[in-house]
Nanobody, 125 residues
Framework: QLQASGGGLVQAGDSLRLSCAAS????????VGWFRQAPGKERESVGA????????YYADSVKGRFTISRDNAKNTVYLQMNSLKPEDTAVYYC????????????????????WGQGTQVTVSS
């Protein structure tokens, strides 16, 4: 089971850190991705991290503002979001998939099979 948490209501320019925790499983050997879905829009990729943590991917819309990290000992992946904008408002989801290449980053929605419940992030202007 995956669970995303840490969302909330913030003002533009503020920061939030989301967490994705795995219960009942280890995050070792799993690549993790973050995705979001705004009302009336399709789910989109935000970023992803290899299970080695050596490689990351970020969507152009968040590059330079968001950072993904992981602590495999705590079975947790983080999404640090800085300089938040109203257009970042969405439900944020984390997803995981087993990865046979420790350095490979999976950025596409279709590449993930295990999804957690989302957490709402609302950024007011």
């Amino acid at each position: 089971q995956l669970q995303a948490s840490g969302g909330g209501l913030v003002q533009a320019g503020d920061s939030l850190r989301l967490s994705c925790a795995a219960s009942g499983r280890t995050f070792n050997y799993y690549a993790v991705g973050w995705f979001r879905q705004a009302p009336g829009k399709e789910r989109e990729s935000v970023g992803a991290i290899s299970w080695s943590a050596d490689n990351t991917y970020y969507a152009d819309s968040v590059k330079g503002r968001f950072t993904i990290s992981r602590d495999n000992a705590k079975n947790t992946v983080y999404l640090q979001m800085n300089s938040l904008k109203p257009e970042d408002t969405a439900v944020y989801y984390c997803a995981a998939r087993i990865s046979y290449n420790p350095d490979y980053v999976y950025s596409k929605i279709v590449e993930y099979k295990s999804w957690g419940q989302g957490t709402q992030v609302t950024v007011s202007s």
